[in-house]
């Protein structure tokens, strides 16, 4: 059996999804399992959605015109009086009814059961189109096999219960199910992050122990650089999975950081191609590579730099080390690179969740901070160091790290 997944862009309108089933057709439509993402940038108009209800505006509206975007996508691939719209209306209903009826005030929940329905309406359209189209499939809900904690927006998994329900599913049948999505202890759904669909993805690949995992990108494979940030960067063929997850962790979004962990425990092999070019070979991600020598890039933006000092200049010690820590992971602001000086500790900061305002609040009370919002974090690996400040292109250079041959700058 084989995992493919396929993200927003690939699915994000009718010749889209007509091209998913041009890429199985080039792998041949057996015995696999294909994950899909929420269509375009479906997730981000459910994301307002939430906001909307929770200042107590026009959600409704929202969402019908999310529903109408839907099933103009329908249109283009189905009959008309094809079963999957009325399945598309059926997953808005009853997103619709549950704002009316929730009561609980956590936003994190209500996001959770709100933003999953792009998954759950895209994979519906996917696995009835490749069913129309004679790729015959099963439609799953990753919710009876994605076991989570309550953690909402960032569930953590319950390997034990995942592998537990996975084992029910046939490995010589193909199935289409959903990323991004689980469940919790009490079956409310829960999301794994943004971009986390090529973690349910590997987490499937791990618990099926399949054969491999191929995650479909709209960029030809893993790159010394994203092509849309750098000039003449270059494709790796082939990487160790201890490379890749060196390189999702310092943010190269091509991979999702989470995604490549149970992958190289269970030692699957890895593959990122292109959906526009599914015969070419993509980048191969496994074991038994040499490391790489050559300079890669990772650009990393929406950062910002926060400097935490004590209010009497005393050092910062262990104890307000801990404090400070323990307040991060309460607001779940990520931190992607530390410094500490005599006096002051320099954080490079992520804030998924805006948590920043209340993180700094609670700061105020012992700390003195300083924040400067909107930076890049910059990391170039197998660093060429003469040539870096023709790479820093003249920018501000805020904070700056070097590691090996690991150099890390935040810039303004
Ligand atoms: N649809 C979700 C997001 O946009 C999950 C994913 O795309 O991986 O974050
Ligand atoms: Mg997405």
Known sequence: MKVFKFGGASVKDAESVKNVSVVLGTQGFNSCLVVVSAMGKTTNALEKVVETYFVKGDFAAELE????????????????EHAVFSKIKLIFQETEAFLRRNKSPNYNFVYDQVVSCGELVSSVILSQYLNYIKFSNSWID??????????????????????????????????????????????????????GSDYSAAIFAFCLKTDSLTIWKDVPGVMTGDPRKFQNVELLDHISY?????????????????????????????????F?????????????????????F????????????????S??????????????AKYKVKISLMQNSAISLDLCVDDLYNGIESLLSDLAKDFQTELTR?????????????ELNN?????????EQVAKRTVQAVLK
Not at 319 to 325: C, M
Request: aromatic share 10%; glycine share 4%.
């Open 65 to 80: 015109d999310l529903q109408q975007k839907h099933l103009a996508v329908a249109q283009d691939l189905f009959p008309s």
């Open 242 to 274: 201890e490379e890749a997850i060196e390189m999702a962790y310092y943010g190269a979004s091509v991979i999702h950081p989470k995604t490549l962990q149970p992958l190289m425990q269970q030692q699957i092999p890895f593959y990122v191609k292109s």
């Open 315 to 328: 050092f910062i010690a262990e104890e307000h080390l801990s404090q400070i820590f323990s307040l991060l």
């Open 298 to 313: 990772i650009l990393k933006e929406n950062q910002h730099l926060l400097r935490i000092a004590t209010r009497d200049f």
């Open 142 to 195: 990753a919710r009876e096999y994605i076991k989570t904690d309550h953690n909402y927006r960032e569930a953590n998994l319950d390997w034990e219960r995942t592998k537990e329900h996975m084992s029910s599913l046939d490995r010589a049948q193909c199935y289409v199910t959903q990323g991004f999505i689980g469940a919790d202890e009490n079956n409310f759904t829960v999301t794994l992050g943004r971009e």
């Open 374 to 386: 909107e930076v890049s974090l910059f990391t170039i690996r197998n660093a060429n160091l003469d």
């Open 276 to 296: 526009l070019e599914p015969t070419k070979a993509g980048t191969r991600v496994g074991s038994g590579v040499a490391p790489a020598v050559a300079q890669s």
């Open 391 to 399: 790479l820093y292109n003249g920018r501000e250079i805020l904070l």
